[in-house]
């Protein structure tokens, strides 16, 4: 998504909006659980105040994810808000703590970093497919969402198995 500085200068006290389809390439192979995500829907709102724009951006998409419990995909919408602010004029490009002005080194001025950078952030960090997700089976590997094994997977702390050994020879005993 390209806008240019031409464009830019000219919007004056007016609202610059552009909606667009995105397609970023390569986001696939960067996040491991990710497996395809449709063309983003991206709006975006540009207005300048003195020699700074003030860009406010929307994204929505649909990406298909693995669970991270039971590895089965699965899609998740995803919609944020981001926005940023851009000057053209190094004196105005500084960073405090309520905002960093980014300075614009090309024209056209490409929108596609920023729109990434808001995708990355939307997209789950440890994506499960529902809240109460069984996993797989540390012992046969089942999806134990659909299937229930009888495997034995209670785990005992390596260092209270002699008190469980205790336990078992005064219960047999019993």
């Known amino acids: 998504m390209q806008v240019s500085l031409r464009e830019l200068n000219r919007i004056g006290a007016e609202t610059l909006v552009l909606n667009e389809t995105v397609e970023l390439e390569g986001l696939e192979r960067e996040v491991r659980q990710l497996v395809r995500f449709e063309p983003l ?95 797989l089976c540390p012992k046969c590997g089942v999806n134990r969402n659909e299937v229930t094994c009888t495997c034995d997977t209670e785990r005992i702390d390596p260092r209270l198995a002699a008190l469980q050994d205790w336990f078992n020879q005064h219960h047999e005993k019993d």
């Open 41 to 135: 829907r991206v709006q975006v709102a540009i207005s300048r105040n003195d020699h700074r724009f003030h860009v406010q951006g929307e994204l929505e998409t649909t990406a298909t994810v693995v669970c991270s419990k039971c590895l089965t995909r699965f899609d998740v919408p995803l919609h944020t808000e981001w926005e940023e602010w851009l000057t053209e004029h190094p004196a105005y490009a500084e960073e405090t703590e309520e905002r960093e002005v980014q300075l614009i080194e090309s024209d056209p001025v490409d929108l596609t970093p920023y729109i990434r950078e808001a995708m990355l952030f939307t997209l789950p960090f440890i994506p499960v497919c529902r809240e109460d997700c069984k996993g």
